[in-house]
């Protein structure tokens, strides 16, 4: 058995890849930046600053990092990582990116991209997997502008994914030898967010209008395009709606 450090292993994403790696016997470590003094296997290290991760990683075979801070340190986090892996001579990382991060200007996701790039020019062992948004994601995005009187829809095409589904692909590919670029992993179906707010406003009961937004820019009009979408890619297979119906929101 291999031992397997996760980085954002509480996150959305790394807390079902935690869970099915113990299930397959491996010994895993969780690293995120808040410490959980009760559980030995948990190191508290923020990738930004690189502190601790010497000893995090000691030992440790395999490395899925899912750990990301949207709002900027990506970059940096990704380097200290990196320079760590190699002196603690870890043989594969598994990284998680987004469909598109090559097309969409959008900062996040070129910063996801800078991070595919060092990966791949490391040295290390690597995977990298790119998925499409999450059903999390969605819900996230329906709560914040379900609260404004009238609900602002982007007019773009989504095509979310399962994160359950993803965290078993990313724990298969963490048991198997550096891969590469791996086939891209998106959600059953391509639809418009606006007909998702309305599924969403009807699994929770919600009353709103719903109205479609054109955002102005090249981001946008990339999103529009598509190029964050990957229909002959859609191996997911539980629908926004079955998700709320397993998850049902209060
Ligand atoms: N959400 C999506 O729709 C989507 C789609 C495709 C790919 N992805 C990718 O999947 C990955 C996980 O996304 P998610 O939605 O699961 O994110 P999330 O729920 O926000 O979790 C992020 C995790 O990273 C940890 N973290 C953040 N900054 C850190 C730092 N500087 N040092 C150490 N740990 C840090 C967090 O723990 P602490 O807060 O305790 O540090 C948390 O465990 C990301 O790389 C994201 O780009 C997401």
Redesign the pocket.
């Known amino acids: 058995m291999s031992t397997i450090l996760v980085?954002?292993?509480?996150?959305?994403?790394?807390r079902p890849v935690v869970e099915r790696l113990r299930q397959a016997g491996h010994p895993v470590r969780v690293?995120?930046?808040?410490p959980h003094p009760e559980d030995r296997s948990a190191f508290a290290?923020?990738?930004?600053r690189g502190t601790g991760l010497t000893r995090a990683l000691h030992g440790v075979d395999t490395v899925v990092?899912?750990?990301?801070?949207?709002t900027g340190?990506d970059i940096t986090?990704a380097t200290h990582l990196i320079r760590a892996l190699r002196r603690a001579e870890v043989a594969h990382v598994v990284y998680?990116?987004?469909v598109g991060v090559d097309r969409i200007p959008l900062g996040?996701y070129r910063t996801?991209h800078t991070v595919e790039r060092a990966l791949e020019a490391s040295g290390l062992g690597w995977t990298v997997l790119?998925?499409?948004?999450?059903h999390?994601?969605l819900v996230r995005l329906f709560q914040a502008t379900a609260r404004l009187p009238l609900m602002p829809v982007p007019d773009v095409d989504v095509q979310?994914v399962d994160?359950d589904e993803?965290a078993s692909r990313l724990a298969l590919l963490a048991q198997e030898p550096p891969a590469g670029r791996v086939a891209d992993m998106c959600g059953p179906r391509v639809e418009s967010l606006r007909e998702l707010a309305g599924v969403y406003l009807d699994r929770t009961g919600t009353r709103r209008t719903t109205v479609p937004v054109r955002v102005p820019g090249t981001t946008f009009a990339a999103f529009r395009a598509g190029h964050h979408l990957a229909p002959d890619r859609a191996v997911g297979r539980v629908t926004f709606a079955e998700f709320l119906d397993r998850h049902p929101i209060e």
């Open positions: 980085t954002g292993g509480t996150g959305t994403l790394g690293l995120s930046r808040h290290v923020d990738l930004r990092h899912c750990a990301s801070t949207p340190g986090a998680i990116s987004i996040y996801k790119r998925a499409t948004q999450f999390d994601l979310p994160t993803v």
